[in-house]
C-alpha cells in the first residue's frame, strides 16, 4: 500500500493546491517577461514563467488522474515534486555562486543582492517540499531507483 | 525480408523483437514465482516522463535546467580564472620589458589568447557534468524515446536523437556514433544532420554574445541557440528524407535502461573524460592558434605594427576586409568575418581571434568592446552563423571518413553555409525592426 492509497484525496487535493500555485506564480511571471513588469517577489521572465507553468500542469494532472481513478495518479505528484526539486537547486546553486563573486568582491558582483536572485522557482519550492519528502519516503533512493 | 515480412505482416525487426520477447517472458514464467508489486518507481516515472503531452515539455525544462546551470551559476568561475591567467600574463610580459615584441607575443598573444578562452572551461565542465547527471540516470534514452514520436512524423528516424543528444558535448562522436543506425539512408541523414546539434566548442561564443549584449537573459538566449541547433537538425533530416533519401525509416526498437540516482564519482569521471578534450584542445590546437592570430594581427605587410596599433591594416584584417562585403548584409565587419575564418579549425577559435584582435587594439575588457562596436542584432546573427555554418575542420573530417563521399561532404559544407547565412540574414532584418539592430540598443 503506498501513501496515496492511504489518504488518496487529501493528497490529491494537495498535488492540484501546489500545481495551481505554481501555475498562477508561473503565469505571472511569464506576462510579466511579456509587459515589462517587475516585482522583487514576482520577477519578469517569459520562460522561467513558463518551466513554472508546466511544472504546476504536471501537479494538477495527478489530481485529474486520481478523481479518474488511476492508482497511479502519485507517480505525477512525485515527478512535479522532483522538477520542483530539480529547480530549487539550480536557484540555489546560482545563489551561491553569485554570492561568491559578491564576497570576492569582483566588478560585476559589487552590486549584486540577495533579492535578485529570490526567483519564484526558489520560494515556490516550500509548497512542494511536504510532496518531495513524501515521495523520497515512499521511494528507496538507493542506487536503483526500482 | 521481403518474403519474412509477406509472412509475419509486420515489419521483420519489430516481429523478431516481439518473439524474442515473449520467448524471454515464457521463460521467466517457468522459472519464476511472481509476487504481486504492482508498478516498480522506474514504471512510475516512466508514466509521467513519456507522457504523450507533458513528455516534450518536461525535456525541455530539463534541458533548460541544464543551460541555465551551466551558464548562469558559472560566471564567478571564469572571472577567477580569468584574473589569475591575465596577472600570470602581465608578470611575464614585465619580465620581458626590454623586448617589445616578446612581451606582446607572451602577454598579448598567449596568455591574452588563454585569458579569453581558459575561462570557458567554467561552463563547459558544469554543461557536461549536467550532461553525465541526465545521461547516468537514464533520462537521455527516454528523451529519444520521447522525440521518436515527434521525428517519425517527419520521417526521421527516433535512434537520429541519441547522436544528435550526444553532439551538445562534441559532434565527431556523435558523426560517428551515427554507425549504430541501421538503414544507410536513416545512417546518411543522420550524420549530414548533426553538424547543427551545438558543441561545447560553440558554448564559448554565445557565453562572451549573450553576456555582453543581452544582460539578464544569457542562460535563456543560450537555450534558444540551443533548439535553433535542434530545430535546423530536425528540418536538415527532414528535408533530406523528402529529397534525397527518400523512403519510410526502419523501425525504432530501444531498451531503456532503468533509472538509477547518478553517484557524484561517475559523474565527475565522465564529466573529466569529455572536458578534458577542451583542455588538450587548448593546450595544443588553440595554443598555436593564439601564437598565428597573434602575429597575423600584430604584423602587416609593413612589418610589425607596434603597441596598440591600427589591426585593420595588419595580416588579420586584410583577410577579414576580404569577406567582409559578403557579411555585410548581417552586420559583420573585418573582425567578425576574420573570426569566423580563423573558427573554421575550431569553433572556440572565434573568441580567441576577437579576443587577440582587441586585446592587441589595446582592449582587456572584451565584453564591452564588443558592446560598443557591434548591435544586438548583429550578435544574434553572429551567434547563429557560429552555430550553423561549417563544423569545424576535424568534424569535417569525420564527416568524410564516415560517409566515405567527398560529394557528401562538400555537399555539408555548402548547404551549412548557404542555410547560416540565411537564418543569420533573418534574424538580423527581424531583430533591426525591432530596434535591436543599433549599438547599445539591447
Known sequence: MTVADKNSTGLGLYSLAVGLIYVLVGGAQFVNGFIGYETWIVPGDWFQGLVLVIIGLVFSWGYVLMRKGDQEWDSYLAIGSLLAGIIFALYLFMMLANGLGWMLGFEDWLEWTFIEQFQPGLWLFTVAIPGAYLTMKEHAWNRSVS | MKRVKAVLGDDPELAFAEKRYNMIGDILEECLTKTETGMTFSDKLDKVLLNKYLGIPIFLILVWALFQFSIEASGVFMVIIETALVTIGAFFGTLLAGNEIAASLVQDGIFGGFAFILPFLAPIFLMFLGIAWLEDSGYFARAAFVMDKLLRKLGVHGKTFIPMMLGFGCN?????ACRSIEGEKDRMISILSNPYISCGARLPVYVLFAAAFFPGFEGSVIFS??????????????LLRKTLFKGEPE???????????PTLRESVLHMWERGVVFLKKAGTWLFLGAIILWFMSAFGPAGYLGIDPDVSVSYTGILGGLIQPIFAPLGFDWRLGAALIFAFLAKEIAVESLGIIFAIEGDIAIGGALAG?????TAAAFMIFILLYIPCVAAVGTIKSETNSWKWTLFSVVYSIIIAYVIAA???????AIGLGVIGGA
Open chain 2, 225 to 238: 541557440m540551443y533548439i535553433l541547433g535542434l530545430a535546423v537538425a530536425i528540418f536538415t533530416a527532414w
Open chain 2, 172 to 176: 565527431i562522436p556523435a558523426i560517428m
Open chain 2, 373 to 377: 562596436v557591434f548591435s544586438p542584432a
Open chain 2, 426 to 432: 533573418i534574424a538580423f532584418a527581424l531583430l533591426s
Open chain 2, 251 to 261: 523501425p525504432f526498437i530501444m531498451e531503456l535502461p532503468i533509472y538509477r540516482v
